[in-house]
């Protein structure tokens, strides 16, 4: 593939030296929030996966583990829509209360996990991640943009606009939503690729045709020609038709091998696991430990619990007999 362009760009650019060392340790945190979006159960996400065992997995890793536990966030009884937008204080609390947590274990030298949760949560994670690593790029491993806007957003939810929130290039078209003074553009256009990107709004294609953001498939990671940090945010929706991870909503199976063998991976941000969703418990823990499976996989390891190697196809195997 032929990449022009943003991507040319981050062959160009060195790692930043305050992040060069990566994956000496990890912390994994919980952010178990829901008001980004209208559907419950997604606050129950974290504890779905680390139920499917994330840390006995993690814990085979050649290096330390660390399990910080969930954030609490506070819900304010009052929080009125602005525009149509609700619960932006919120919401905007709850990022910036994570935005805090995920900054210091980064400045601390830990690969952070971040567990959602929903997708409003991206803003705050890589905020927080930006701090530290101000020259870091962002893959959104989605089937939607969430670049919308309050002003193109169809529905209002703020899952939806998490990346408008970090592009300096939007700065002049985003409103002063309450709870967000805080937030300040920090992200270029060219450092934002999208992986499985499918299903876009009107006004997110109008915003993307003029950003000139690109997207590929996961298997174009290592054609990227990534050389900083990097923080990769996974959206995932559990349905009753889906029993397995899946790029939400596009079918396809994730596999965070292409991840790891970049080893530039800093955050990584898995949200909208929501077990309220699943058509039976089995359909739940399946769906959770695939959710295991990324992660460690992104991180280095087999299923097995093992380090990938060239040898190893076990994870490469299994997605790709995954099927809706």
């Avoid at 160009?12 to 060069?20: A, G, I, S």
């Avoid at 274990?105 to 803003?123: E, N, P, Q, R, Y």
């Avoid at 309050?150 to 606009?161: A, D, K, R, V, Y």
Wanted: hydrophobic share 35%; charged share 20%; proline share 5%.
């Amino acid at each position: 593939m032929t990449l022009r362009g943003p991507l040319c760009r981050l062959l160009r650019t060195q790692l930043n030296n305050t992040c060069q060392s990566r994956a000496h340790s990890v912390a994994v945190l919980g952010a178990p929030f829901s008001k980004g979006q209208k559907r419950g159960g997604v606050e129950n996400g974290p504890k779905a996966i680390r139920d499917a065992g994330l840390i006995e997995r993690l814990s085979h890793l050649d290096y330390p583990v660390h399990d910080f536990g969930d954030l609490s966030f506070q819900y304010l009884e009052k929080d009125e829509p602005y525009m149509h937008v609700p619960f932006p204080r919120t919401v905007g609390r709850a990022n910036k209360l994570l935005s805090g947590a995920v900054s210091n274990a980064v400045g601390a030298g830990h690969t952070t996990i971040m567990l959602g949760g929903d997708h409003s949560l991206a803003i705050g994670s890589v905020e927080g991640h930006a701090k530290q690593c101000p020259d870091l790029c962002l893959i959104w491993v989605d089937a939607h943009a969430d670049i919308n806007t309050p002003f193109t957003s169809p529905s209002g939810n703020l899952h939806g606009q998490s990346v408008a929130f970090m592009l300096k290039e939007l700065q002049n078209k985003m409103p002063e939503l309450p709870g967000f003074s805080w937030v300040k553009p920090f992200l270029s256009a060219k450092d934002l690729v999208y992986i499985g990107l499918r299903d876009v709004d009107p006004g997110e294609y109008d915003i993307l045709k003029d950003l000139g953001v690109q997207y590929f498939t996961m298997r174009d990671i290592d054609r990227l020609g990534i050389q900083r940090v990097m923080e990769v945010t996974f959206h995932h929706l559990l349905s009753r038709y889906v029993r397995a991870i899946m790029i939400h909503n596009t079918g396809t199976p994730v596999n965070g091998e292409e991840i790891h063998n970049t080893g530039l991976l800093s955050v990584m941000d898995l949200v909208e696991v929501n077990p309220d969703l699943g058509a039976s418990r089995e359909a739940v823990e399946s769906t959770a430990s695939m959710a295991v499976d990324v992660i460690a996989s992104a991180l280095g390891q087999t299923r097995e619990g093992g380090p990938i190697t060239q040898e190893s196809q076990t994870l490469k195997e299994d997605t790709e007999q995954l099927r809706l």
